[in-house]
């Protein structure tokens, strides 16, 4: 089975970047839509950004702007280049395909705080 592992999060101050990373155990780009979902303490998981199999970008209007997805054919890998972060943005961070396929990884913990 697929399996997806997070990594990239940390503690970073307002206004600072991120690079999140998802490695994926199989090369499944090619045939499905992949997004990176966040999930705030006490809020449901959200998707917050979409790369298509044919690498067309969508963006919760949240994070618009700021946020921009990526994707490595050769090295099965996905990416979230996180930009002008606020609190707000805290949240652990997970990538999954869209519409959910595959078993959660563990998920990577990004902390937006002074």
């Known amino acids: 089975q697929v399996q997806l592992v997070e990594s990239g999060g940390g503690l970073v101050q307002p206004g600072g970047s991120l690079r999140l990373s998802c490695v994926v155990s199989?090369?499944?780009?090619?045939?499905?839509?992949m997004g990176w979902y966040r999930q705030a303490p006490g809020k449901q998981r959200e998707l917050v950004a979409r790369?298509?199999?044919?690498?067309?970008?969508n963006y919760a209007d949240s994070v618009e702007g700021r946020f921009t997805i990526s994707r490595d054919l050769i090295r099965s890998t996905m990416y979230l280049q996180m930009n002008s972060l606020k609190p707000e943005d805290t949240a652990v961070y997970y990538c999954?395909?869209?519409?959910?396929?595959?078993?959660w990884g563990q998920g990577t913990q990004v902390t937006v705080s002074s």
């Open positions: 999954n395909a869209d519409p959910i396929t595959f078993i």
């Open positions: 199989e090369r499944i780009f090619s045939r499905y839509a």
């Open positions: 790369i298509s199999s044919r690498q067309s970008t």
